[in-house]
């Protein structure tokens, strides 16, 4: 469902004569990830998007001299407008011709008349259609889809407001992802503050905040109770959970745990004060939880940022691999399955291997391998093999099947190399359900096939490292840790 373009022949990409040809002086990187240096385009994946315009990040994959412009699915018509335009920018300064994923080689004037805005409308809505439809109908409630840093949560709350008006669903959805988006700059609306109070007497705590005339909120569900300031000494406290039923149709829920409270005044303030009189809760630890055994106090919201962190959580420290050089070879190829992971979820086909290294400066590169598969496949073992002098460690993953012996079905496999031991080989298998499966994408429990050169008591630790890269990948990441089952 997502669609991409490539050009060939490109050699000293230089970003500024690309953005100033686009005519879009508002493109930007995604934080995180590789960004320019003296203005020369990074290599591997990267991640480009307009500020305050872009729904979704365009895919940008620069390897080997070859360029791939990839489109997500849910993507706005803005963000497929740039995907033209970065494209047919390239192919002009360099002069070469364009391969669209669909069709066959095309001059530039081709292009521009094949993928005009009539394209972007209709290939926009029926893909963002298929991914909303396919929810649907199959309940798979919540799902995630990752905006520019920050992810939209939609359950059935979200949902049931994008359904209201089905000629409105994708202005509606794209104007909750751009709110994401951007929520730090975002100066319509205050983010709610919450201050937990606690009770002594009764042992529990509640977390508070105020809603007040005339003023827009956006609020956090994490049991939240809201004291709405009235006149006078008059006190209301409200479960945020009510809240959608007293403000009616005014209220948003922008992502599933946040709602976003307009600002009433007049008419509009007094019948809402009115309502929420009927629902105030005298004392308002009756929301309470025990003050020791705070359920909350470690919750990090879905509709945060997603974040862009390679450290391990604390939990785990302690159990990874104690070699730090091992440990980020092994954490980069968890983070590289999880970026396979995101395709497959979506149903695609990881018809390109993907490679993924640790330079010897310790940062990441990450790349698809453009020719056909058994090619690519090939040339991947090869890479991986013969590791060049700034390279630590590498993992190619591939898509494939696993053997009917073995219970048949899906699986993605990663085959990880380390510069410093030629004997050091690790291959994991990680099955999953295929997302046209009537019960829906998943993902199982990575199952090590070989793993060579290490002492027995690293198993463990391996696997363990291997899938804190998995979680903790900023791309994959919430794909992982929200379609995972257990074996069958």
């Not at 956090?220 to 406290?237: F, P, R, S």
């Not at 959608?244 to 922008?254: M, Y």
Request: a negative charge.
């Amino acid at each position: 469902m997502s669609h991409s373009f490539h050009i060939n022949n490109i050699k000293d990409l230089n970003v500024s004569s690309i953005i100033q040809e686009t005519g879009f002086e508002d493109i930007e990187f995604v934080a995180g990830y590789p960004a320019p240096v003296n203005d020369k385009w990074p290599e591997g994946f990267t991640y480009v998007y307009r500020n305050t315009i872009s729904a979704r990040a365009l895919e940008v994959d620069y390897s080997e001299d070859v360029i791939q412009i990839r489109i997500f699915a849910a993507s706005s018509p803005d963000d497929y407008e740039l995907a033209i335009k970065l494209t047919e920018a390239i192919a002009k300064l360099f002069n070469e011709d364009i391969f669209p994923e669909d069709n066959d080689a095309l001059s530039l004037a081709e292009f521009h008349k094949e993928y005009d805005m009539e394209w972007i409308e209709t290939h926009c809505a029926d893909c963002f259609s298929m991914i909303f439809d396919r929810q649907v109908d199959k309940s798979e409630l919540p799902f995630h889809i990752t905006g520019v840093g920050n992810q939209i949560t939609i359950g059935n709350r979200v949902m049931e407001q994008l359904l209201r008006d089905r000629t409105k669903t994708e202005q509606e959805f794209y104007y909750r992802i751009r709110t994401l988006n951007y929520i730090e700059d975002n100066e319509s609306f205050c983010q709610a503050i919450a201050f937990v109070l606690n009770n002594p007497d009764s042992g529990k705590s509640v977390r508070n905040s105020v809603y007040t005339k005339n003023c827009a909120t956006l609020y956090c569900d994490n049991h939240l109770v809201i004291t709405i300031q009235t006149k006078g000494d008059e006190e209301l406290n409200v479960p945020l959970a009510k809240f959608p039923e007293l403000l009616g149709d005014s209220a948003v829920w922008i992502s599933e745990n946040l709602l976003l409270a307009p600002a009433l005044k007049g008419k509009q303030w007094t019948s809402f004060v009115k309502k929420a009189r009927a629902e105030s809760v005298q004392d308002i630890f009756e929301y309470g939880y025990n003050s020791i055994v705070d359920p909350f106090a470690n919750e990090i919201s879905e509709d945060q940022s997603a974040g862009f962190t390679n450290e391990p959580s604390k939990d785990q420290s302690m159990i990874l691999l104690d070699d730090e050089v091992d440990r980020n070879i092994l954490m980069m190829a968890g983070d590289t399955v999880a970026d396979a992971l995101f395709t497959v979820s979506n149903g695609e086909t990881l018809d390109k291997p993907i490679v993924g290294y640790v330079k010897s400066d310790n940062s990441r590169l990450i790349k698809r391998l453009m020719m056909e598969a058994a090619e690519a496949l090939s040339l991947g073992y090869k890479e991986i093999e013969n590791l060049d002098a700034d390279k630590l460690g590498a993992a190619l993953v591939y898509d494939g099947m696993i053997t009917l012996e073995a219970g048949g079905g899906n699986a993605l496999f990663v085959e990880i190399r380390f510069s410093n031991d030629s004997n050091k080989k690790i291959k994991f298998m990680i099955p999953y359900r295929h997302a046209n499966h009537k019960d829906g994408f998943a993902v199982h429990c990575p199952d090590p096939i070989c793993c060579e050169g290490f002492p027995d008591n690293e198993l463990i630790p391996i696997a363990i490292t291997f899938t804190s890269g998995l979680e903790e990948s900023s791309l994959g990441g919430e794909i992982w840790r929200e379609k995972y089952e257990e074996d069958e």
